[in-house]
């Protein structure tokens, strides 16, 4: 793909980097104005909030292009300075699971090129896959610099599901054409470039860049919520789906008996009662014979996590598979220690024994181990604590997430410029 803004891009960047550029991400399914907690909104909502608030920080011009899923959306939203959501009409304007979203992106891909023919981006990011296929039709139609961040493969999915993936079957022969199709992807692990090296797609295509989180949010200083009965408190935060792993954390709790275990995550506390896999983690529960030891909260405003993550001792993340993972990085910015399975991002972000402990995936009794010597050793548990906090103001910071992709950019843009001065 070679483009047409030779000159502008070339004159936009110099030897210290990029003026102010026009940036597009797309995000089809997750809005950054989106409430958190439900089945299709979470860890995507947060980063594309996230990195559109920190290239704005770094001078650019940010819209996010989101699919309207309610008629009482204005067309534009201001999020902050410098960060506009554009609500896209792509089939009707009323919530849609995302696994049927698919029939929608050829609308979603049109309307882009609506949008952008009178005043084109500097440069296109797209975010999931769906949101890849339609930015490669508008990118190509225009002359476009792209580049994707998959944020989940269907590959790892189908792979762990199996039936109880409910993907559209060519899923994955579309994330190959969109990975094939753009100018550059930035995965966001080492785990990702090795997915993707399997479906034909070559590392030298893509830049690593993690996900980031709120150092100023989540922080070790500032009140802890209020603790239980019992001598220690676990917590698990996240969507409540099966592939989080919830049952393990309360299968090892069965191992942990001076512990108390925070479940935080899933539908408002007034309706957990009618979600089929609260009940289903209740039954586990009970025939463990820990029910009187687990806790769930429901879902929590973002600004109440931080208060309960420091009220833990320790933080689980024992998820089945996990594209990255944002709880190990919020649960060390708050300097706790944090055990998860070894698996996808969180083979990078947790350093093992440095800021926690890596366990194999689906084994209660491995979590239980880990958790149980951390809690022997609160001396441990500090330094850990401790470590995660440096680790993340060091690497994950979303100011450092936003320089590294704005250099992302400026290699494609470059790259094209050159391009266009030969030609």
């Known amino acids: 793909m070679t483009s047409s803004l030779g000159s502008l891009t070339h004159s936009a960047l110099d030897m210290d980097g990029p003026g102010s550029l026009a940036i597009a991400l797309v995000s089809e399914h997750a809005s950054p104005l989106a409430a958190l907690g439900g089945v299709d909104a979470g860890g995507q909502n947060v980063h594309v909030a996230c990195l559109a608030g920190a290239l704005a920080d770094r001078g650019h011009r940010v819209t996010v292009h989101t699919r309207r899923d309610s008629p009482d959306l204005p067309d534009r939203v201001a999020l902050r300075d410098g960060v506009e959501v554009h609500h896209v009409p792509a089939g009707p304007a009323e919530p849609i699971p995302k696994d049927e979203l698919l029939p929608h992106m050829g ?72 990975g094939l199709g753009c100018d550059r992807i930035i995965a966001t692990c080492r785990d990702e470039v090795v997915e993707l090296g399997k479906m034909g797609i070559p590392a030298d295509r893509i830049s690593i860049v993690p996900c980031g989180v709120d150092t100023e949010l989540f922080t070790p200083r500032g009140p802890a919520a209020a603790r239980g009965a019992h001598p220690y408190q676990l917590l698990q935060l996240g969507r409540l789906v099966p592939r989080k792993g919830a049952a393990v954390s309360i299968a090892a709790l069965a191992l942990l008996p001076d512990a108390e275990l925070v479940v935080v995550g899933g539908p408002p506390a007034d309706r957990l ?31 109440q996590v931080p208060s309960l993550l420091r009220a833990a001792d320790v933080v689980l993340c024992p998820a089945d598979y996990e594209p ?74 979303w100011a450092h997430v936003a320089a590294e992709t704005e250099t992302a950019y400026c290699a494609v843009l470059d790259a094209q410029s050159a391009v266009t001065e030969v030609v």
């Open 107 to 178: 609308d979603f891909g049109h309307q882009l090129i609506r949008s952008w023919q009178g005043r084109p981006p500097d440069v296109v990011h797209s975010h999931f896959w769906m949101s890849g296929l339609a930015s490669l039709v508008a990118a190509r139609r225009l002359d476009l610099p792209l580049l994707h961040t998959y944020h989940a493969l269907g590959t790892v999915k189908r792979r762990h599901q199996q039936l109880a993936d409910t993907s559209p079957p060519r899923r994955i022969t579309h994330e190959t054409d969109v």
């Open 273 to 303: 009662d009618d979600d089929p896999e609260v009940r289903r983690l209740r039954r586990i529960a009970g025939e463990t014979g820990v029910a009187d030891r687990v806790r769930f909260t429901g879902g929590v405003p973002s600004s």
């Open 324 to 397: 990255f993972g944002i709880v190990p990085l919020e649960a060390m910015a708050c300097g706790r220690p944090v055990v998860a399975s070894a698996v996808g991002g969180q083979l990078d972000t947790v350093a093992d024994p440095g800021t926690g402990r890596l366990v194999p995936p689906r084994d209660p009794d491995a979590l239980a181990r880990a958790v149980a010597e951390l809690l022997s050793r609160p001396e441990t548990r500090q330094a850990c604590g401790e470590a995660g906090r440096r680790r993340v103001l060091r690497r994950y910071s």
